[in-house]
T-cell receptor, first 109, second 112 residues
Framework: DAKTTQPTSMDCAEGRAANLPCNHS???????VYWYRQIHSQGPQYIIH???NNETNEMASLIITEDRKSSTLILPHATLRDTAVYYC??????????FGTGTRLTVIP | DAGVTQSPTHLIKTRGQQVTLRCSPK?????VSWYQQALGQGPQFIFQ???????QRGNFPDRFSGHQFPNYSSELNVNALLLGDSALYLC???????????FGPGTRLTVL
């Protein structure tokens, strides 16, 4: 399974877009990119996933570069409730998720 | 609210004891996965159950075992508890062909 590299922490102003980067330079052709987040003291929450194309849902957008070696999760209008640890995961299936240490996003009022 | 429930919320055991944790999946889900999350770390995959059988297993010793019942609920059993087993144990449910897992709130296990 490909490993990912994420910044340890990031800050974002409330109401602004939060752009969380992830590098996965060793990703293989059949591996998906998943994003989960974990708010303090809660279980992780699924956000979005993608293979090649950009994806958007009610929570976020996922932008995957053409060479698939990196991706960006975009929260369009960050709120205080978006403060959490965000995990970028690369996996062939959804069965065995390797979470790593993630990016701690702090949304500032 | 993801709909996955876990019990108990907290548990305190002593070294050498055995523990059973329980998970009820989100309605309609047929697959249950278990993860261990040590303090300050990301969750680590323990194993996954589908159709009452273990499908995949992470790098955990045989002291960790599980079961899935016909109603898709699941149990995680840990024997001969060690201090290092202290962690948050998370259950996640999904549909077998879905790529999204939905996590419960976890069970906090403390081993003294």
């Amino acid at each position: 399974d490909a490993k990912t590299t994420q910044p340890t922490s990031m800050d974002c102003a409330e109401g602004r877009a939060a752009n969380l980067p992830c590098n996965h330079s060793t990703i293989s052709g059949n591996e998906y990119v998943y994003w989960y987040r974990q708010i303090h003291s809660q279980g992780p929450q699924y956000i979005i996933h993608g293979l090649k194309n950009n994806e958007t849902n009610e929570m976020a957008s996922l932008i995957i570069t053409e060479d698939r070696k990196s991706s960006t999760l975009i929260l369009p209008h960050a709120t205080l409730r978006d403060t959490a640890v965000y995990y970028c995961i690369v996996e062939t299936g959804a069965n065995n998720l390797f979470f790593g240490t993630g990016t701690r996003l702090t949304v500032i009022p | 609210d993801a709909g996955v429930t876990q019990s108990p919320t907290h548990l305190i055991k002593t070294r050498g004891q055995q523990v059973t944790l329980r998970c009820s999946p989100k309605s309609g889900h047929d697959t249950v996965s278990w993860y261990q999350q040590a303090l300050g770390q990301g969750p680590q995959f323990i194993f996954q159950y589908y159709e009452e059988e273990e499908r995949q297993r992470g790098n955990f010793p045989d002291r960790f075992s599980g079961h899935q019942f016909p109603n898709y609920s699941s149990e995680l059993n840990v024997n001969a508890l060690l201090l290092g087993d202290s962690a948050l144990y998370l259950c996640a449910s999904s549909l077998v062909h879905s790529r999204a897992q939905y996590f419960g709130p976890g069970t906090r296990l403390t081993v003294l």
